[in-house]
T-cell receptor, first 116, second 114 residues
Framework: AQSVTQPDIHITVSEGASLELRCNYS??????LFWYVQSPGQGLQLLLK??????LVQGIKGFEAEFKRSQSSFNLRKPSVHWSDAAEYFC??????????????FGAGTRLAVHP | EAGVVQSPRYKIIEKKQPVAFWCNPI?????LYWYRQNLGQGPELLIR????????DSQLPKDRFSAERLKGVDSTLKIQPAELGDSAVYLC????????????FGPGTRLTVL
């Protein structure tokens, strides 16, 4: 069955430090992958997405992610974190899953806290 | 361009009461989704509409949940009767064309069942 695992429930970093959020997926075919961010009381905002081609994708707010097929991973990175990046981050995999309908399956999320 | 609009933002009800959530998608988006997000979890799809047609409702608990999208624009999700375990955030999303297209999410409705 398709699934997404975000191993880190909670991460704390200092402002200005680098960040990497992990995401592993399980899907038999070629996936398309997303990272969304959710601030308190807000809906999900798309950071970036991977469909095909270059495995390193750039997103908004200085984020990037790298697709590694051999590791079934799609980790999110940022070289220097800002206090405003504190939020919850969700990785999602999309595809024609059971029933033949394109849908997204989300991980449980990683909550990021940023220390000044 | 206006985003996905949802109302109400918050709702507190007692168990066994009915409740309804409303969603207005981005103009021109023919695909609409309802998700449920439990505390500490990612969103889980409840139902997906292509225009007026519900094309994937396999995760919708049909004994108490219902949804409609009569004119292919606005949508309503209803729970009757609500149970304690229904406490969650209900998110609406929309996209044009479905498939790999980006889903745009509304702010959600936080439901608390007492």
């Amino acid at each position: 069955a398709q699934s997404v695992t975000q191993p880190d429930i909670h991460i704390t970093v200092s402002e200005g430090a680098s960040l990497e959020l992990r995401c592993n997926y399980s899907y038999g075919a070629t996936p398309y992958l997303f990272w969304y961010v959710q601030s308190p009381g807000q809906g999900l905002q798309l950071l970036l997405k991977y469909f095909s081609g270059d495995t390193l994708v750039q997103g908004i707010k200085g984020f990037e992610a790298e697709f590694k097929r051999s590791q079934s991973s799609f980790n999110l990175r940022k070289p220097s974190v800002h206090w405003s990046d504190a939020a919850e981050y969700f990785c999602a995999v999309g595809g024609a899953f059971s029933g033949g309908y394109n849908k997204l399956i989300f991980g449980a999320g990683t909550r990021l806290a940023v220390h000044p | 361009e206006a985003g996905v609009v949802q109302s109400p933002r918050y709702k507190i009800i007692e168990k066994k009461q009915p409740v309804a959530f409303w969603c207005n998608p981005i103009s021109g988006h023919n695909t609409l989704y309802w998700y449920r997000q439990n505390l500490g979890q990612g969103p889980e799809l409840l139902i997906r509409y292509e225009n007026e047609e519900a094309v994937d409702d396999s995760q919708l608990p049909k004994d108490r949940f219902s949804a409609e999208r009569l004119k292919g624009v606005d949508s309503t999700l209803k729970i009757q009767p609500a149970e304690l375990g229904d406490s969650a955030v209900y998110l609406c999303a929309s996209t044009s064309g479905g498939g790999r297209n980006t889903q745009y999410f509304g702010p959600g409705t936080r439901l608390t069942v007492l």
